[in-house]
């Protein structure tokens, strides 16, 4: 099992940015793809941005896409999300997850395996 802990949300105004961290700790060897997911309130979960371990491929909702990076820390137990050009349909709560057996292309909700508390993100317009 991989222990997740999200920092780094927060209030912005539109435009601004903010960076999120997620710190791994556990059996953080098994991963094989960690992402982030948002959710805000009244909808479902949805996917934001996935890296690899291995290859350190990075997936992107459209949503995000040219907005959002994805990154991770040199050792295997850090990843981050950097946001610029924040809009007011960026608010959210943004989950960090550990997956073990996806790759992070395509990988939804149910192909993660631990995830952490969540940290809101208000985007003020």
């Known amino acids: 099992q991989v222990q997740l802990v999200e920092s780094g949300g927060g209030l912005v105004r539109a435009g601004g940015s903010l960076r999120l961290s997620c710190a791994a700790s556990?059996?953080?060897?098994?991963?094989?793809?960690m992402g982030w997911f948002r959710q805000a309130p009244g909808k479902e979960r949805e996917f934001v941005a996935a890296?690899?371990?291995?290859?350190?491929?990075?997936y992107y909702a459209d949503s995000v896409k040219g907005r959002f990076t994805i990154s991770r820390g040199n050792a295997k137990n850090t990843i981050y999300l950097q946001m610029n050009s924040l809009k007011s349909e960026d608010t959210a709560v943004y989950y960090c997850?550990?997956?073990?057996?996806?790759?992070?292309?395509?990988?939804?909700?149910?192909?993660?395996?631990?995830w952490g508390q969540g940290t809101q993100v208000t985007v003020s317009s």
């Open positions: 997850a550990a997956s073990s057996f996806c790759s992070g292309f395509r990988c939804y909700t149910n192909d993660y395996d631990d």
């Open positions: 556990g059996r953080t060897f098994s991963s094989s793809a």
């Open positions: 890296i690899n371990w291995n290859s350190g491929n990075t």
